[in-house]
Nanobody
Framework: QVQLVESGGGLVQAGGSLRLSCAAS????????MGWFRQAPGKEREFVAA????????VYADSVKGRFTISRDIAKNTMYLQMNSLKPEDTAVYYC????????????????WGQGTQVTVSS
């Protein structure tokens, strides 16, 4: 059983920064890729960023490219999302997710999800 727990959300002014963390636990945790997604009120959940666990290859949504940085610490089983130059439109619940099956598609078909952490950016 894999558990993912997000932390680091909060309220920040536009232009500010936040760092989200996702701590993973499980007897044999070894995902192929981990990612961040977000869901704003009234909108569908959308892909934000992903990182392959072993190789460290990254992919970003166009809306966050250049502002957000995804990283991971394999020894700590933890993934991070550094969010800079935040905008009000970044306001959402942010979820971390893990996918165990290898795939060229890093944006879909995740099989483990966290509970989410709220990020609110005020203007």
């Amino acid at each position: 059983q894999v558990q993912l727990v997000e932390s680091g959300g909060g309220l920040v002014q536009a232009g500010g920064s936040l760092r989200l963390s996702c701590a993973a636990s499980g007897r044999t945790f070894s995902p192929f890729v981990m990612g961040w997604f977000r869901q704003a009120p009234g909108k569908e959940r959308e892909f934000v960023a992903a990182i392959t666990w072993r190789g460290g290859n990254t992919v970003y949504a166009d809306s966050v490219k250049g502002r957000f940085t995804i990283s991971r610490d394999i020894a700590k089983n933890t993934m991070y999302l550094q969010m800079n130059s935040l905008k009000p439109e970044d306001t959402a619940v942010y979820y971390c997710a893990a996918k165990t099956k290898a795939s060229s598609d890093l944006r879909n078909s995740y099989n483990y999800w966290g509970q989410g952490t709220q990020v609110t950016v005020s203007s």
